[in-house]
């Protein structure tokens, strides 16, 4: 049986970390391990990012159908991606989600400019999604381990 490219990945992982460990010299062995985290992270990403995408395009597009029924911008598109869609297609529509959210998010600024009402409550919504789905990407964009609640993390 062939394996998948998680698994692959994985393999190439553990090969180089026993590369690593068995004689390198100091000066490789560096540039040995930062390969090592850069494929821990694209092996991370990958394993999750499908759903990531599709998650946060359905949360954006909820929340843009929201912005139409308030401030009368167009409402976008709400096609949902096939289930069997690819990496990029998913990327794809992920792009379309972020573009219709920076218009939605520039029409609510406009109409909250007096800093409360229903625009803002709903500018406020956008924000707070937008962070959710940065934090969710951490793990693999971060330089150094992000810290969890059960290591001791305060937030």
């Known amino acids: 049986m062939r394996p998948d490219g998680l698994q692959t990945i994985g393999a190439v992982r553990g090969y180089l970390d026993g590369v690593a460990r068995a004689g390198m010299p100091p000066e490789q062995r560096s540039e040995v391990r930062a390969a090592l985290k850069l494929l821990a ?10 759903g990531l995408l599709r998650t946060e395009s359905a949360e954006l597009l909820a929340l843009c159908a929201g912005t139409a029924a308030l401030t009368g911008v167009q409402e976008p598109e709400q096609r949902a991606p096939e289930l069997d869609a690819t990496l990029p ?6 792009a379309h989600a972020r573009r219709a959210s920076a218009q939605a998010i520039l029409a609510l600024q406009l109409q909250a400019r007096d800093g409360s ?6 500018l406020d919504r956008f924000y707070v999604a937008l962070g ?23 937030r």
């Open 41 to 50: 992270n694209a092996q991370l990403e990958l394993s999750e990012l499908a």
């Open 89 to 94: 297609e998913l990327q794809e529509h992920h």
């Open 117 to 122: 009402g229903p625009a803002l409550d709903l």
């Open 132 to 154: 959710r789905h940065a934090e969710r990407r951490l793990p693999w964009q971060s330089v150094f381990p992000v810290p969890t609640l059960e290591q001791g993390a305060s």
